[in-house]
């Protein structure tokens, strides 16, 4: 094909662009640049390495090889086999965070072989999501190919912990700013842990990313450590003088030597590994070094390798772990929350994302976070003891820690009895619509709120067909004056949530300024939204939940709850640090100017460290709601309650 110019551009004469007839030759030439230029690195670092080489060495390499003795290579065996059982956990943790049903032992074994043939033969990625595939039955291309990436990523990150705790603790010499380059991997290790905390999920392309609990990198950390050390000693074995060389002196210059022929693309790290060791060990004899490296590319690549593809080519029987004929864990159905439910409050379960808990004769409400499995409120049947020790089971399994939430006082004590650690998070304020007595002196307060509330002609309504377009408006400029409003244990504002609620709205000159919502079943209401616009007529909320009493005394309801009030501080330090970090005045002036009765609630846990833990991860979700994890909705969904201790939103 010639080219002619034509009206300023140059063009083929069978009228086609040259840029588009070369293209796929240029996307085939990039790939396979792509493709060669590990290798091309891998020779570089080989040429490097020869040239450091002289005759002698090379003549002293074989005897150095055969003086290796059977014990040594024996010994190098066993740690070789304690590196790659260290090397299957990876897969087995990932397994478990991903929930894809496989065994343990299935995923352990694959996983070995997949890391085995991938490190050998490189593009270790798709090396080992084919192997995966090909071993596991029932796993998809595309979840095995999530399970590679996974375990490559989770290596990085264990690596790079482990480099940098061996750097801070044994420097090397040969680096001067070793100790600093390990204290910033650690912080590195440490900032995306924490990361991952904070913002467990990352949407990338429209699809949601959930990061391992933390308790599942602590697991990795610790794997990527046996992992290593294991290795790093068969290398130690297989020196002619083991002890020649201190294990803290080559740990850190094996890791800085694995992690640059992982960097280097190469088939199992082959150049960069073996230079940087050569470089970063000049004491050691090169003969000695170089034939431990020989015997280590056999008995830790080689070995491994052919094990694997005849596990490849003769694969071991893989089954599923029998069915559960009754999920534990279940997905909420609308049948499973009845009327006559233990709480008002589990009627938000449908709209949080709850699950149903089922064990033996309990059933109760669970919450599913990134670090946690918190069992919410009073079970709906049954005792809170089995229910609990059921979820630590699933929660051990899931790489979280289980904890129980906002339980009374019944429950909490059959748990302490069996050792569980408790807090007491707050109190609920309940009132008695059929002894409320607006006449008694000490709520002289709540009469003068009402009297300015009716002097500035405020009236109530029981809204059964509200105008959601008003209520909405006043939502955002509550939110626009007190903050983004919060999510998972407190309340939304949604239309399809509204409906199966008891609404109550104030208004002035006949316009809608503020509204009040409760859950309501058959043994009592519970308050859960509060919305009002700027500038309020003192008094307003007291006179929605004097409306909201009438009601209930007249429908005879037991009970009128106005959910959590902070705990006064007692004298021991757990009290008086809950105290402050759930203070909010203004909120709780409001609700004891009706005179409440205190019923305790209480946060508990197998250990006082689980608690605190899990206590943590549901103040991170309810201040930074997962959209992820909450059920979509027929109208965009805000979220608040103000009935939470750990996290109070603002005082009305």
Known sequence: MTLQRKSGHWRARDGARPAQTLRPSLQRLRQLCSLLLPWGGALLCL????????????QAMPLAFASISPLQ????????????????????????????????????RAGAAAIALSQTLGLGTLTGGLVRWKLLKGLTPLMAGKLSLAVALSFFFGLAGITGLALLVAPLPAIPASRALGAGLLLLTTGFALWTFFRPCLRVFGQTLRWPSLRHLGAILLWTGLDTLAACVTLALLLQDPAALPLTDLFPV????LAAGIASGAPGGVGPFELVLVALLPALPA?????????????????????????????APCRRPPPQMHPRLAPLRPGDIAADRAQPEHGLCPHNAAQVLHSGQTRAAVLRLPQSLILWLDPLTGPAAPALAT??????????????????????????????????ICDEA????????????????????????????????RALRPDLTAL???????????????????????????ASQRLYVALSNGRPVAFMSWHQCDTGLCLDLMRHLPDLPQGTMHLLVMAALTEARAGAHPQLSLAALPITPGPDFASRITARLTANPGLTRFKQSFAPTRAPRYALAPSRAALLFALADLARAIRHPDRASTPPSPAPAHHDHEAFAIAPGPGS
């Open 287 to 315: 003969p000695d070094l170089l034939a431990a490296l020989l015997g280590f590319r056999l008995i830790y690549y080689a070995l491994p390798a052919i094990l694997a593809l005849g596990l490849l080519l003769w694969p």
């Open 73 to 108: 290579w024996l010994a190098a065996l066993g740690t070789t086999g304690l590196s790659f059982w260290a090397l299957a956990r990876y897969d087995i943790v990932l397994h478990q965070h991903l929930r894809t049903g496989i065994a343990p032992r299935n995923a352990g």
């Open 254 to 257: 094996f890791l800085l030597a």
């Open 391 to 424: 979820l630590s089971d699933l929660a051990r399994a899931q790489g979280r820690v289980a904890a129980a939430y906002k339980i009374g006082p019944r429950h909490a004590a059959r748990l302490r009895a069996k050792g569980h650690a408790a807090l007491h």
């Open 47 to 58: 040429w490097l390495l020869m040239g450091r080489i002289d005759a002698e060495t090379r």
């Open 430 to 461: 309940l009132l008695d619509p059929a002894t409320f007595d607006i006449d008694q002196p000490r709520l002289r307060q709540l009469r003068r709120k009402l009297r300015q509330a009716e002097k500035a002609g405020i009236s109530v309504i």
């Open 472 to 498: 909405a408006e006043i939502d955002a400029a509550w939110q626009a004056t007190n903050g983004p409003a919060r999510g998972i244990t407190m309340g939304r504002f949604c239309p399809r949530l509204l």
